[in-house]
Structures are given as C-alpha cells and as structure tokens.
C-alpha cells in the first residue's frame, strides 16, 4: 500500500530514536566539555580545601597525609605540588617539580594574564594555561595555604576533551544500533498493529461488495477487537437490512405492473378454465351416464368406466390446485419472501427426493460437484420452478434419457439449467410453451396427466422476482434454464 500505516508507524519510531540520538550527540558536543570543566573546577576546589585543612593541621609531611594525597589525585585526575617558602617541595605527585615550582614563582610573582583566570580569592586563583613545553592545555589552581606554603594544582583539559569524544564515539555506536534494533522492532509492532486492521480492511472490502460471510475472528480485548466485533454486527444487520430491502422492491416493482394486467389476468383465467375443463367434465359426464344407463353389464367395463372417471376426476384435481397456485402467483396473494439461500445445496436435495421415480423412469442424471453457490431469491418458490423443469426433463425425456443440470455463474448472476435427450421444441411453439394451458405434443401431456400449467407458473415465478429464463433447442434435446441474483 502505498501510505502503508505500517510504514508509518516504522517511519515515525525509527525518526523518534533518531531525532532524540541526534539531540544527545548535539547536547554533548555543546555541553558535555563545559560540564566535565565544572566538575574538574570543583575537585580542584575539594583537592585545595583537603590539602589546606592538612597543611593547617600540621599532618602535611605525615605518612597518613601521603595515602591521603594520592587518593585525591586519583580520584581528581589531577597533580599536587606543595613548597615551603624556600621553594622547597614538601609533598608533589608531578614529575617535574622543579619546572612546576619555578612556574609557580613566576605566576606569584610576575603575575598572569587576567583574561586567562577563572576564580580568584584572596588565597588562589584558577586559570586555564597552555605549557610552553608540551603545548598542552592545563586548568591551574595556585596560591598560599593558610599555613603559608606555595601550592599548585593541574588537571589536563586534555583528558576532558578525550572523555567527551569518547562519550560521542560510543553515543553514536549504541545510536546507530538502535536505530537499527527500533526499526526491526517497528516493523513487527507495526505488523502486529496492522495485521488486525488489514483483516478488518478486507472484510469491509467484501462487505462493499455484500458479501457478509466475512467475519472477524480476533478475540483479544484491544479497540481494534471490539471494533471488529461491531463490524460483525453491522454485517449482520446490513445482510438482514439489504434482506428486507430486497423483499420491498421487489414488492414494488411488482405493484407497478399487477394493477394494470389484473383484468386481462382475469378474463383470460375464467376463459382457459373454461376450455380445460370441458373435456374432462364432459368424460366423467359420458362415462357417468353409460354406467347408470348399464351400457354395459360386465364388471370389467363397469371397472374401466369407474377408472377413467377417477382419472380424469384425479386430473382435474391437480389442474385446480395449479391454477390456485397460479392465480395467487399472478394476483398477488402472496409476498416474494427475498432470502441468500444455497441453490446447489437445494437442487441436489430435491434430486436425491426424486431418486425413486428416477430409477422407475431409467433416467441417468448428471449434475457435476460444486460447492455451496449462494443467491439471492425466494426459495420456496425457486424449487417450484426447478420442480417444473425437473419434471418436465423427466416426462419428456428419450433416446439415452440424460438429465443434465448445470450451475454457471454470470456476472452478477448465476444461471441453472435443465437439459434432457429428446425431441427438440418446435419453433412455432417456442414462443407459446409459457402461456397458461398451451401443449406442444398435446397426447404426450395427456399420458402423463399434464395441465399446460407448470410452464406458466415458471414464468409468473421468475417475473414475481425480476429474473430471466427461457429455453433453447439443440439437435437432440432441450434445455431450460432462469436466473438469480449472485450474493
């Protein structure tokens, strides 16, 4: 990602330990060498306010003094000389007494330069001085001890400089390790940090697109987990929402047309009722008669009578039921109930029903393994359509008796259809097969008590949900199909 927050966040801590090494390393070549030059001033100082207090004393020619002394100078870094008023030594820890005695004489006497000095009191003065011999740069303390000796003490400024530039060496090495360990350590925290947020990210990218299967599965206790928790209850309310919603167009886009065909609907219902149902009347009527009338005396054709009167009785039963169905179809009684439901899982279920009636019929279907595909759709009402097909396929199905069912998806949509061996469609019919009561092979739909209805209510069906369907012919068989909605 191109403003990767987990970049950021690397970014932002790598420049923290940065920014902060930076201003240690800038603070010590400012101010470190002032301080060490401090701390010296004062040892000189402590080491001026011990070697006074012994001279005082009288212990400063004493062996005790002597163990006292180089503790000072060791704990100081610093060097001592003490004289009498002889210019002799009385305690040193320098190499070249000699040389500091009659540098000490010089400065008492002849006097220093002012701009050179520190501090100064009526018993010392400390300045910083450059040795005309070794070039080298000392802070002095010298003056009179109380107890009239000459003193002088020395500290290389030197050694000052060396520390701080070590102490700038070795801040710089343990910076540049830290930069290096904040950045590795950033690039993990931030993964750490990012990688719920990233989840989150994708299951709001498959939520855009209403997929609401994606849910959040961390368990910590983090904003970021209770934030994904509550995308999993928007995600739930938004499937149930769009749900609903779905349910409500459809309704209204229903409404929109129903008013406007309800009396052609009607018309058109009472006249086909009418027509359907005189040839099964007028049967039951004849064969009613001729048994009353004892057409026949025998009990084979008073059976045979009696069977076509049931049958025809059994298939104007079915027709009726069809057309209450298909009347509360096309009038509306019923609502569209809009729902994500599996169609595959629904097909294979309906199948494995139809397993008995298969096998009487010596039908072999086929339906290739798929996993669940979800759509959008009433499913009570698409099994009815399938069912149709399904029996359709069944009832007209010759030569191998192959029943095909294949799921493809579409953009935004996944067609079914429903193929079977056979004799294809006449094309004069084809544009017919979906009104109500219309027979393609009208003895074939009589043999196997067929109504003329199914097709129809395939149609009412699919425009009650705004989908697509039809048919298509092939050389040798036909093939069904409809539409939904992908979810």
């Excluded at 400390?126 to 080298?136: C, G, K, L, N």
């Excluded at 990012?194 to 989150?200: A, D, R």
């Excluded at 368990?219 to 987990?225: L, R, S």
Aim: proline content about 2%; charged content about 25%; hydrophobic content about 40%.
């Amino acid at each position: 990602m191109k403003y990767s927050l987990k970049r950021h966040f690397a970014i932002i801590l790598i420049s923290l330990v940065a920014g902060t090494i930076l201003v240690c390393l800038l603070l010590n070549s400012t101010l470190l060498e002032e301080y060490y030059t401090d701390s010296r001033i004062n040892a000189l100082i402590k080491a001026y306010e011990s070697i006074n207090e012994a001279a005082t004393a009288g212990d400063i020619t004493s062996d005790s003094f002597d163990i006292e002394l180089q503790k000072i100078c060791g704990k100081y870094n610093i060097n001592v000389l003490v004289a009498d008023s002889d210019s002799e030594t009385v305690k040193t820890s320098m190499s070249e007494p000699a040389y500091v005695i009659k540098h000490l004489l010089n400065n008492i006497f002849a006097g220093v330069d002012p701009a050179g000095v520190i501090e100064e009191t009526d018993d010392y003065k400390m300045q910083i001085v450059t040795d005309v011999r070794t070039q080298t740069e000392y802070l002095e303390m010298w003056g009179v001890l109380d107890a009239g000796y000459i003193f002088m003490i020395r500290s290389a400024l030197e050694g000052i400089r060396e520390s701080v530039a070590i102490s700038n060496r070795f801040l710089t090495y343990v910076g540049i390790g830290a930069i290096i360990a904040s950045g590795l350590l950033g690039l993990w925290l931030s993964s750490r940090i990012t990688k719920p947020i990233l989840e989150l990210a994708k299951i709001s990218e498959r939520m855009k697109h209403l997929d609401f299967n994606a849910k959040y599965t961390g368990n910590d206790k983090t904003e970021i987990a209770v934030l994904g928790r509550n995308i999993n209850e928007l995600s739930e309310t938004l499937e149930m929402t769009i749900s609903e919603l779905k349910t409500a167009n459809n309704e209204l886009l229903k409404d929109i047309e129903k008013k406007e065909q309800i009396d052609e609907m009607r018309k058109e219902f009472l006249s086909n009722v009418s027509h359907e149902l005189k040839t099964p009347i007028a049967l039951i009527q004849g064969y009613a008669e001729g048994l009353k009338e004892g057409v026949n005396d025998d009990a084979e054709s008073r059976e045979f009578y009696c069977d076509v009167i049931m049958d025809e009785a059994s298939k104007m039963n079915t027709m009726v039921k069809k057309l209450l169905t298909l009347n509360q179809l096309e009038f509306g009684n019923e609502i569209v109930n809009m729902e994500r439901f599996d169609i595959a899982a629904l097909i294979r279920n309906y199948v494995a029903s139809s397993e008995i009636l298969i096998r009487q019929k010596g039908i072999s279907v086929r339906m290739p393994d798929c996993g669940p595909v979800y759509v959008w759709g009433d499913e009570f009402r698409v099994e009815e359509v399938f069912m149709n097909y399904f029996t359709n396929a069944m009832n007209y199905a010759l030569g191998d008796k192959i029943i095909d069912i294949r799921i493809q998806e579409e953009e935004h949509s996944i067609k079914v259809s429903v193929y079977n061996t056979g004799n294809p469609i006449p094309e004069d019919s084809v544009d017919h097969i979906w009104e109500k009561f219309y027979k393609v092979d009208k003895a074939r739909t009589r043999e196997y008590g067929g109504s003329g209805i199914g097709l129809s209510i395939v149609k009412v069906i699919m425009e009650s949900m705004n989908q697509r369907y039809g048919v298509v012919n092939y050389d040798d068989g036909v093939e069904f199909w409809f539409t939904l909605d992908t979810a």
